[in-house]
Each structure stands twice: as C-alpha cells, then as structure tokens.
C-alpha cells in the first residue's frame, strides 16, 4: 500500500505543481495586461474633458441677471473645496467605499454583479465606481451592456492613470445628475435648498447623495416618503464607513430641512435685449462660437445696472397706452466711460426680438441739431448770433433743387432771434439757415467726428436730421458733448472669466479727445436751454411740460419727424436716448404719441440717478460766463426783465449792452423829479 500512497502523492504534487504554474503564468499574465494596459493608456494620454457649463451673466454689482440653461439644464463647475464634506463623505459611502484605493473599477464589486447578472439571466446589478460613472457621463451612452461596461472601464482606467482621485472626484460631483435639470451638486443645492454646496447641512448631503441612483424616483419633490428612506440608508452607509457616529446621524435624521419651492417654469430675463447684445459682443469682440457661449461655463461681467434697467422697464410700460401698438426703445450709457446701463429694444421681447435700440435705423429729427450748432460755434457763430426766423426757400445744386422747411405749427418769430434761442425753441429755418451758411459738408464731416457712421448726405434737410442713423450712434454722439469731447466706445461687457476663473477679455476703456472741449461745453450749454423759459418768444422752448420733472442740471434736445419721435440728452453722470415710433413706419399721432419721449425720458433720468450726488456741468479753460439778455443775446443790464447766465468760447462772448433796456432806462433818467427824488439821487 506503500506505493499506492506513494503514487497519489507525486499525483496531487504534479497538480500543485501545474496550478502553481498556471497561477504564475495568469499573475504574469495580469501583470502584462496591467502593463500594457498601463501603457497604452499613457499612449493614448489623457481624454480630453469638455464638461458643459452654465455660462453665467452679472450685472456692474456682480448679481446674476441671466444663465445660459435654455434647455433646461443647469450645470455649475466648483472646486472641491467649495464642496460640503458632508456630500464629499455621504456619496462615498454610498456610491463607491474603496474609492481611494482601487484603480478605476473594483473586482469584488464587478466579481459580485456577475453572479447576479448571471442568476437573472440579464443586466441588473451595477458595478460601477465613482470614476466609471465620471466616465460615463463624459463619454458614453448609459445603455446597460457589457461591452459599454468593458469601454467605460478603459476609459476610467485612463482617467486614473492621468488624473488624481480627488480631480476625478471633483469632476464626478460636477457632473452626476441629481434631476429636475440639475447637472452637479452646485446647480442641485440651488434648486432643493437654495444654497451653495458649500453650505449643505449633514441632513441635505445625504439626502441629495442618495438622488442619483435614481433622480426621478429618490427625489424628494417626486416622493418626500422614499426620499427620506434613502436619506436614512446613505446615513447608515456613513455610518458603516466610519465617516460619521451613530448619533450624528440619528440627529440628522431630526433635522427639518427647508426644501426650496420648485418651479419649473423658466424665470424671466431681467434685461433680455441686453442680454441679445452681450452674446453679440462675445461673438464679434471673443470671437466665441455658439456651444462655448452657451455651455463652455464662462463668467460674463456686463455694464448693466439692474435698478436703473427696471426703472427703464417701469417708465417704458407705464406711460404708453397698453393697447397701443407703438413700439418704444431706450439707451442709456456712461458718457465718461461707454458702458452701456440700461437697455430697451422693444416692448416686448417674446413678441418681437427686433432690437430697435441696435438694429433700427430711424430718421432723429431735430435731435441732429446740436451736431449742426456745435459745427457753428467752431466757424465763427456764438449763442448770441442773431438769425432772421421766417418763411424761406433754399436752392442748391447750383439752384436746380430748391427746399421749404416749415417751423413746427408754422410759426415763426418774422423777426432775428439768437442761435440759444433757436435751439431752445428748435427752429428749423435758422437751423437750414445756419447750415447753408457753413455749406452742406461740414455738418456730414462733423456728423463723423461725432462717431455717426451712418450714409450722410450733404443736402439742406439734413440740418434737421432727414437721414437714419442708430440710437446707439447718437447716445454715443450725445456722450461726447457731456464727456468734454472725449470719445469712448459703448460697450456691454466689462471681463469675461473662463470656468476655471482665468480672465479671457477685459474691456479698457480708451477716452479719445475728438472734439475741442470750449465748443463741445458751449453747446452743452446751449442745449439745457430746452428747459428754460426764458428764452420762450413766437412760440415755447421744446422742454416746456417737462421741466417740472427735473431737479438736477441736464442738457437735451428733442427730435420730431411725421414717423418719430425723440428725446436725447445727459447730465455729467448719465446720457439717455429714447425713441418712440411705429415699426412699419405708419405716421405718428401727436395728440396721442408726441409726449411719449419727453416724459419717458426725463421720468426716467430722474429716477435713475435719485440718490445720486447733483452735479453741475464745469466749464473747461477758455470759456467764460456772462449774463445776457435771452431775446437779444447782450449783456443783461440791471433793467433786464430777465437774464441768463450764458457760456462762450473766450473771445466770443458779447460785450454790448441790452439796448433795448437801456433805451428804458435813459428815459427814466431824463424824465422830472420831485425835490426828493433830486435829493436822494444826490446824497447817493
């Protein structure tokens, strides 16, 4: 029996042997697989990571006015130490225990969901780590097949070989979805709690840790019941995992959390055809393309004032009849700097994307007259240049053309009435006047200074603003008079950040000096005239009715055409145009439509700088101030019924005295008198 023994021995040895061998040659084998798999991997180098992100818009005080999740889809990137280590120690312990130790998937974990598979017959129990999920939601389908499992494991084995566990952890929680189009824990902790992933409660982490597994079916706004349920398994995962006392989480389980309201309705834009211009400008100025606009998580830092824009918003719609059809546009900008503030394009957005602020070439009317005055005072003309006021015909073309301007009412002074006052009262045959006088091109050459860049024609009509131009170009016009005749470029868009917070654009502002600063304050001056009656004479200054409503310096001028009506004017601090008309160019009502600009506008310069220092207007070197008479343009004598404190470029200003109140005076002088009379006169 000896050798019986003896045989079964060597025969149990051989097999110790063969499965020694074998096991040496599967270890090398695995060993080589890891190696080359390693090593491919490398090759390969890193995937590339293209996560989408909610671009996120900010007015001037960084508050957030506009997200780009038109879709519905809300994806916020933050670093993981913005992140509550709570969710960090929750989705851990319920979603991946060995997440720090394995290499990418987890042998036990796929060992275990084979079994299963296999005793179902089918796919049913997942395998998948934090870093094959990251994968997944980079990369692939969520089809549940074994050939999408063994690509997802490729894929999250070069994510570890390239990336660290906590980049990988980082990217995972800024991306899983948690429902209701929440894409990340930043965007999930806004829509449940209405807060930062950084200030999640131990409650909140675990309760939004256990929404992923099933987003339509653990969310607490699907099911409240079975939302607690899982609540209480993640924290017995914690638990289990040692990342939490068992007191902790029992108190956790207390805790009342204030789930947050949910609509599902997308809010409203706070500035939508701002908001229009701002894409524009990152297309035109970043030369970004549509999917990096709207998904590459870029942190856009625009010039809009939100309370100055809802004052826009208020003035707009309550002071046009609702059912009206009439459409309403509004600029306003910061004349030392560009920066657009606030922005109307329209009555309403949903109804018409048209931008009649941007877009829109209308016809400004009398508003082009400064432009003209500013051109008069640089070739010898001052506030008190007299002008005849009358019915006239004037011929050009070498005398083939002829044109009739009309005074609005066809009324006239038939008398010569001062350039101040003409522009007050917006005269129109002293303005044709004024500009065949300094022939028809230098208006069209100083229109170009001014930063108009619309087609101009040197005709007689143009002095009275017969050609299109953009309500852009003329707040911008405007801006130069109130920034002494420097010239900056509107703009919507202050710095743009990348997501990883790198700065991409940055606006730098460039004043220009364009203009000579005596004129561009002259005609400023001249320009707050519209407001003041002293200059009323055959008919009232066009600022009558709405002066009342202005307790701060400010220069303007209206513009009325038979198809628009405009109102263009500044303080030091801001410049506004508004434009009312109709789109189809149908003919205005005056009746009904002629107070729509003059009221919007000074409404709403008003109340947009309430609480805002008062400024005057300072005059630059070589501008002196005189008092005058406003009918006549002299020096104001004590006998003077009125006066006003008129600029002038130094050397220009008038040095004659009011003759008409002297001629009074005289009279007084000469006229007899009592012995008391003669005696005070005397003694004084």
């Not at 089918?122 to 499992?149: C, M, P």
């Not at 917070?501 to 600063?517: C, F, N, R, S, T």
Request: hydrophobic content about 40%; overall charge negative.
């Amino acid at each position: 029996m000896k050798w019986l023994k003896e045989e079964r021995f060597q025969y149990w040895r051989r097999w110790g042997m063969l499965l020694s061998r074998l096991m040496i040659i599967g270890i090398v084998l695995i060993g080589v697989s890891f190696g080359s798999l390693y090593l491919l991997a490398v090759i390969m180098g890193a995937p590339e990571i293209q996560v989408p992100q909610t671009t996120i818009y900010y007015d001037h005080d960084q508050n957030v006015i506009d997200e780009s999740n038109k879709d519905g889809q809300n994806r916020y990137w933050v670093k993981l130490d913005s992140i509550s280590p709570n969710l960090i120690d929750a989705t851990i312990a319920i979603e991946d225990r060995s997440f720090y130790t394995h290499p990418g998937f987890d042998f036990k974990r796929i060992g275990g969901a084979i079994l299963a598979d296999l005793k179902a017959m089918s796919k049913v129990q997942g395998a998948s780590t934090i870093t094959q999920q990251y994968a997944r939601n980079l990369f692939l389908e969520h089809d549940k097949t074994w050939k999408r499992k063994i690509v997802e494991a490729f894929y999250a084995y070069r994510l570890e070989v390239h990336y660290s566990k906590n980049e990988i952890l980082e990217g995972y929680l800024n991306t899983i979805y948690y429902g209701h189009g929440s894409y990340g824990i930043e965007s999930a902790a806004r829509t449940f709690f209405g807060k930062s992933a950084n200030d999640l409660t131990l409650a909140e982490a675990a309760m939004l840790a256990g929404v992923p597994k099933g987003p339509g079916y653990y969310s607490p706004y699907a099911d409240a019941e079975r939302a607690k349920n899982r609540q209480e398994t993640v924290l017995d995962a914690m638990v289990a995992n040692d990342s939490l006392h068992q007191a902790e989480a029992q108190q956790a389980l207390l805790e009342n959390m204030a789930l947050q309201a949910f609509n599902e309705e997308t809010k409203q834009e706070v500035a939508p055809y701002f908001a229009a211009e701002v894409k524009k400008e990152l297309k035109s100025k970043l030369a970004l393309d549509e999917r990096v606009i709207d998904q590459g998580g870029l942190h856009v830092y625009t010039t809009l004032d939100a309370d100055m824009q809802k004052t826009a918003d208020k003035w707009v719609a309550s002071s046009i009849d609702k059912n009206s059809d009439i459409q309403a546009a509004l600029v306003a900008m910061e004349p030392t700097t560009g920066a657009v503030k606030a922005l109307i394009g329209g009555r309403d957005y949903e109804k018409s994307k048209f931008n009649r602020a941007t877009m829109a070439k209308r016809t400004p009317g009398s508003t082009f007259k400064p432009l003209l005055y500013y051109a008069a005072l640089k070739n010898g003309f001052t506030p008190s240049t007299l002008v005849r006021s009358e019915p006239t015909t004037f011929y050009y073309d070498n005398d083939k053309e002829k044109y009739s301007p009309h005074n609005y009412g066809d009324a006239y002074a038939n008398d010569e009435i001062t350039l101040a006052q003409a522009l007050a009262l917006s005269d129109n045959i002293v303005a044709v006047k004024t500009h065949m006088f300094l022939e028809e091109k230098t208006l069209v050459k100083t229109a170009k200074n001014f930063g108009i860049k619309s087609q101009l024609s040197p005709i007689p009509s143009l002095a009275l603003g017969t050609k299109p131009v953009g309500m852009m170009e003329m707040a911008d016009a405007y801006s130069m008079l109130a920034n002494g005749g420097k010239s900056v470029t509107p703009h919507f868009i202050e710095k743009v950040t990348d997501r990883d917070g790198k700065v991409i654009y940055q606006h730098e502002a460039e004043a220009e000096l364009v203009l000579d600063p005596a004129a561009a304050f002259v005609t400023t001056d001249m320009m707050t005239g519209i407001f003041d009656e002293s200059l009323n004479d055959y008919t009232r200054v066009t600022g009558s009715g709405i002066d009342h409503l202005l307790t701060r310096p400010a220069a303007a001028k209206t513009g009325t055409t038979s198809t628009d009506s405009w109102m263009v004017g500044f303080t030091p601090q801001l410049t506004a145009a508004v434009w009312i008309g109709y789109d189809k160019g149908e003919k205005l009502n005056y009746r009904n439509d002629g107070l729509y600009a003059k009221k919007i506008w000074a409404n709403f310069i008003e109340d947009a700088l309430k609480g805002e220092e008062v400024l005057e207007f300072e005059p630059p070197k070589n501008v002196i101030a005189v008092d005058v008479d406003p009918q006549t343009g002299l020096l104001a004598n004590e006998n003077c019924p009125t006066k006003r404190l008129a600029y002038y470029i130094e050397g220009t200003e008038p040095h004659e005295l009011c003759a008409d109140h002297l001629g009074a005076a005289e009279e007084e002088r000469k006229s007899p008198k009592g012995f008391l009379d003669r005696f005070f006169q005397w003694i004084r």
